[in-house]
């Protein structure tokens, strides 16, 4: 038997000024036959994930050998399919939760498998959730178990009760904008609070003590109205997690709007009790700032004693979106000066990208995990006949080798897609994943604070839980 094996290489030139001078060639699918052999055991963080979708690891979307139905027996209620490696359908989610079929775009139909057969191949399905199950032979499938990866913490949005307004009124949503730590053990997540249709918006908290029950402060921490180079009423948020700065304060990476509706980049400082040390800075780095340009920071980090950016870069098109990372030797002099920029590398282009970082790739979270540096990727790809077309999700990437390597069985972490049919304890988080992913490594768990939706309202935060294999 043969298979395909994918090796993805992202191949840049790395320059030290301008991201205009940048060279990007975009991700590459190198193929080759070979005799099939066992899985090298997944190692580091990688090997926390099981594969929510059963892929053939070619990307995860348009597949070179999609999963077929070869026999359907509608006495028994059962069929059989062309995929082999069966024993993964018998890996259940977290709290139990089974594998599902689906077919059509975003999930249309959900129906559930109660029963598989290894020896036979005989996948029996028992109740259909939504939709009708195409059952012709040759008829395209996907497996789905979202939940083989995570719980929701406490199957619930994070706050309870959940809050309707703030002190500047009736708000739209709350979403994620990086998780600090405490010197005596507690957690402040940063929640940058929504206002009709993303018209203003403001950065308030929650604070936690064992990151799973929460409270939203109802305090206003920044709004635009004190930054002098934003936009009057507009937005401001906080993305990433802040980054524990060598005296004790924590920098924070800030997305501010302009007068001109356009965005740029900022940051702040402030101590653990929220109190603001540094007001709001715009970021002095070449091409990420000034009226012209239109992009904002979404993650911050240290390692091997450099720092390193990620910034996001917006243009009108849905899909001619950007991906940055820039990396630091002095901090506050690229900050505030432009200067000390070791490099400038393009990881992704949303045209030019393919499986589920074909769209609008619009976040990042850095994530350091026994030493090793991961970062997790979200796309929200054009539509589609995949399973959540026009819905984000997440990939994960290891920095090895000075490049980033992504995990094949990418993406890694979606959202429940029309399960609240099955689950209803689900029904307010079926549509929408995203908001800027804030993870944290802690007793043994992965920790994630991002957030769910329905549309009405866009989204509840929401904390997830990955539980160590």
Not at 228 to 249: C, D, M, Q, R, Y
Not at 354 to 359: C, I, Q, S
Request: charged content about 25%; aromatic content about 12%.
């Amino acid at each position: 038997m043969k298979r395909i094996s994918i090796v993805l290489v992202i191949i840049t030139f790395v320059s030290c000024s301008k991201d205009d001078m940048e060279s990007f060639e975009d991700i590459r699918m190198e193929e080759q036959e070979h005799e099939e052999e066992e899985e090298p055991p997944l190692e580091g963080l990688n090997a926390l994930f099981n594969n929510c979708l059963i892929s053939d690891k070619h990307d995860n979307i348009t597949r070179k050998q999609p999963i077929e139905i070869t026999a359907y027996d509608p006495s028994k209620h059962r069929i059989k399919t062309n995929y082999k490696k069966l024993k993964q359908l018998l890996i259940e989610g977290t709290d139990g939760e089974s594998w599902f079929i689906t077919q059509g775009s975003e999930a249309s139909t959900i129906v559930e498998i109660t029963k598989v057969d290894i020896e036979s191949g005989w996948i029996s399905i028992g109740e259909t959730y939504l939709g009708k199950l195409n059952a012709t032979v040759g008829a395209r499938l996907e497996f789905f178990n979202p939940f083989v990866n995570y719980e929701i913490i406490n199957k619930a949005p994070l706050f309870n009760p959940y809050p309707k307004n703030v002190v500047e009124g009736d708000f739209n949503y709350i979403q994620a904008g990086g998780l600090m730590e405490k010197s005596d053990g507690s957690y402040v997540l940063l929640t940058p609070v929504i206002f009709g249709t993303h018209t203003k918006r403001s950065i308030y908290f929650a604070t936690s003590t064992d990151l799973e029950k929460w409270n939203f402060h109802n305090k206003k921490l920044l709004g635009t109205e004190t930054i002098p180079f934003a936009k009057p009423k507009g937005n401001v948020f906080s993305s990433g997690n802040p980054l524990k700065l060598e005296n004790g304060t924590f920098l924070v990476l800030l997305g501010v709007e302009q007068p001109n509706g356009n965005y740029t980049s900022a940051y702040m400082v402030i101590d653990e009790n929220l109190n603001i040390v540094q007001s709001p800075k715009e970021i002095m780095i070449d091409s990420w700032n000034g009226l012209d340009q239109n992009g904002f920071p979404l993650s911050i980090i240290k390692f091997d004693g450099r720092y390193r950016i990620m910034l996001h870069r917006r243009h009108p098109n849905f899909i001619d979106r950007e991906i940055h990372e820039i990396i630091i030797d002095d901090l506050f002099n690229a900050l505030d000066h432009g200067k000390s920029i070791v490099s400038s590398t393009m990881i992704h282009k949303g045209v030019n990208s393919t499986g589920y970082l074909r769209g609008k790739a619009d976040d990042v979270a850095y994530i350091i995990y026994d030493s090793e540096l991961y970062i997790f990727i979200a796309g929200e790809e054009v539509s589609s006949g995949y399973l959540t077309s026009r819905n984000r999700q997440y990939g994960l990437a290891h920095w090895s080798g000075g490049t980033w390597v992504h995990d094949k069985r990418s993406p890694i972490l979606v959202n429940p897609v029309q399960l609240y049919n099955k689950y209803p304890v689900y029904d307010w988080a079926w549509d929408h994943l995203g908001t800027f992913l804030s993870p944290i490594v802690k007793d043994d768990h992965l920790y994630m604070f991002t957030a769910f939706g329905t549309d009405n309202p866009d989204y509840y935060i929401t904390g997830i839980k990955v539980p160590f294999l």
